[in-house]
């Protein structure tokens, strides 16, 4: 049984992941994973689902443009590759928090960091909004750091990059976070 | 997932409200140095703290640094010495104070406790080697504290260690003269005394103690303030069940983060964790006091009607929330009211709300008692056995731990400044009401008996 990972993109609304998944069931596929998410007034959805036998990725593919072309959706269809996966590195989750004034790059060159010392990010959530308030201006990145990397060496290479951005950073595990708020 | 209210709440807490561990405090066993050869002994106990807390502060710090909470001092809390010691004369407990001074030194830690004993029900004669020998080994080291135990609710108060510890607290205090009678602030009388103390100056090893434990002594007093003006500022109509959830939830996430860093500090030494000690410890640094939280409820000044009441809320809401965070809570576990080491209760005491009588009845619903109290340097020994004499008398009624930490200062009077410096803070010095009074009363030695609710068996 092949997987295939589907993107839904377009003007949030109600009734969106309605549409896809009745597509996905009258084709007889099983959904194993859906994570969506709303920036400003559009929402992206990604799903992971199994399909059957009988059924062909591009016959699926015509029938999701067929549902979702109308409600003004863009649809991205692609078989999942089982080889050449990247292999996490045994990690540690931490958080990286930035804050200060929105200019041009601030993502590019936080990420191009951690990148550069295969930090893998597994949740970012960003926000500009302008002006000087830093609760309307932050990067909050939730980070896998591997166990191999030299810490204080990458600690003081965000750090000097905050800096030179102009940005407040912290680094803090994530298990302080999880023990703060979690019964 | 984490929400990003979650994060930038938790990051507030860390900038802005001095969310810290205020103590890491390893303990280390020294009965197994004793010897009757007193030199053999320190040879021992000096060896053994060396061996043991070599890394203590390398892995607070890795620690600290990877979590992003700062640990603000690392303490090592060892056998009561006038039982490991038990063979020393005071001249060689002086040089035991000496030894530790130094040990605590070389690994560099800021305070080394145990120099203690405990004396509820009657002395040995370690116990009074070691008592005489206070003095001069405050006097002459830096980082060492003393505690001695004189009551307790099971033996009832030892009104002769009471008096011996109102001569020896007046000689401590002499032989410091020239620092405002520091060796006092390194010295705590009390009722009830915990095994497990990670504060100081109380911290000791109690002998059911393992062979090493980590013990830690989280923070707060600026986290509650805030999350209660927080909450006052979104709802003025707030009411005092409302405001104690808001102290219960937060003492939880202060508690939470303490045994969190503590367990990992276990870790990286490979010795188990103890407790956490739930004290809301203030330091003398603007928002970081517990008085201010007094004011944020409305009250003028702690010290004023209605301090009691408001200190009762408080204390009872940080051990509900505490208790929910970590099944393994010792200690103190209570609000702390140190009159110099909190910005805004040493003013209060300054500006006349704040008297030693109305400490006194504060401290029958906190922890501690009696802490960091400036008195006039010509303090009678039986006044101030007297005091201390009271103070016990709380705890042991009352089944709980109090202290007395008392600082005759040399050569000044009430209403004079005694200023001793770091967190050891400054304070104004309290007059005593009817000094001189009590001579007749402490002379009369013994025992006072164990209350009735001692026989709960």
């Known amino acids: ?183 | 997932m984490l929400t990003h209210k979650e994060v930038l709440s938790t990051l507030e807490m860390l900038r802005n409200e001095h969310l810290d561990v205020r103590t890491v405090t390893l303990g280390i066993s020294l009965l197994d140095c004793a010897s009757d050869d007193p030199a053999r002994f320190v040879d021992r106990a000096v060896a053994k703290i060396g061996a043991v807390a070599r890394d203590l502060v390398k892995v607070c710090d890795e620690v600290a640094l990877r979590y992003g909470i700062p640990i603000v001092n690392k303490r090592i809390a060892v056998s009561p010495i006038a039982v490991a010691a038990c063979a020393c004369g005071p001249d060689r407990m002086v040089e035991v104070a000496r030894a530790l001074d130094r040990a605590a030194k070389e690994v560099g830690i800021d305070f080394i406790g145990g120099f203690s004993a405990m004396v509820e029900k009657g002395f040995t004669r370690g116990d009074l080697a070691l008592i005489e020998a206070i003095p001069e080994a405050l006097a002459t080291t830096d980082r060492v504290c003393s505690s001695i135990n004189v009551a307790s609710t099971r033996a009832g108060i030892n009104m002769d260690a009471v008096y011996l510890m109102g001569k020896t607290i007046r000689r401590a205090a002499e032989l410091t003269r020239d620092r405002d009678g520091i060796g006092c602030a390194k010295l705590v009388v009390f009722a009830n005394i915990p095994q497990d103390i990670p504060f100081m100056a109380g911290a000791f090893l109690g002998v059911g103690e393992p062979e090493t434990v980590i013990n830690v002594g989280v923070s707060g007093p600026g986290v509650v303030k805030k999350a209660l003006e927080r909450a006052l500022g979104a709802n003025p109509k707030l009411d005092l069940g409302q405001i104690s959830e808001i102290v219960k939830h937060t003492a939880f996430k202060v508690t939470k983060v303490g045994e969190l860093i503590g367990r990992r500090v276990a870790d990286g030494l490979g010795v188990p964790f103890g407790v956490a000690d739930l004290s809301l410890a203030p330091t003398p640094n603007v928002g970081d006091s517990v008085g201010e939280i007094f004011q944020t409820l409305g009250l003028g000044s702690i010290g004023v009607p209605g301090s009691t009441a408001a200190l009762a809320l408080l204390n009872d809401a940080v051990k509900k929330g505490g208790a929910f965070a970590s099944s393994y809570v010792g200690g103190l576990s209570g609000a702390f009211i140190p009159v110099s080491e909190d910005l805004n209760i040493a003013e209060s005491a300054r500006l006349g709300f704040l008297s030693l009588e109305k400490l006194e009845a504060l401290t029958s619903v906190c922890s501690v008692g009696l802490d960091m109290v400036a008195l006039a340097g010509d303090t009678s020994p039986e006044t101030l056995a007297a005091i201390i004499a009271d103070e016990m008398a709380i705890g042991v009624i009352n089944r709980k731990t109090t202290a007395a930490r008392l600082i005759p200062v040399p050569g000044k009077k009430a209403g004079d400044k005694a200023r001793f410096g770091g967190l050891l803070g400054e304070a104004t010095i309290m007059p005593v009401r009817g000094a001189d009074c009590s001579a007749g009363f402490i002379s009369l030695g013994g025992r006072i008996p164990a209350p009735i609710h001692s026989l709960n068996n």
């Open chain 1, 1 to 183: 049984m092949s997987k295939v990972i589907l993107s839904v993109v377009g003007h949030d609304r109600p009734g969106i992941i309605a549409a896809v998944s009745r597509v996905l069931f009258l084709n007889g596929c099983n959904i194993e994973d859906v994570s969506q998410s709303i920036l400003q007034t559009e929402f992206a959805g990604l799903f992971i689902a199994a399909l059957p036998k009988s059924l062909k990725i591009v016959n699926l593919n015509d029938r999701l443009m067929e549902a979702l072309g109308v409600m003004g959706l863009s649809v991205s269809l692609s078989e999942m590759e089982p080889s050449g996966t990247w292999k996490s590195p045994p990690s540690e989750p931490f958080i990286i928090t930035t804050m200060g004034a929105d200019r041009p790059g601030l993502v590019a060159a936080i990420t191009e960091l951690l990148a550069g010392f295969e930090v893998n990010i597994s949740n970012l959530k960003a926000v500009f909004r302008g002006g000087d308030n830093p609760l309307e201006n932050t990067m909050i990145y939730e980070v896998d750091i591997p166990v191999a990397l030299d810490h204080n060496l990458f600690r003081e290479a965000l750090y000097k990059r905050g800096g030179e951005l102009g940005l407040d950073v912290s680094l803090q595990h994530r298990e302080i976070f999880e023990a703060i708020h979690t019964v």
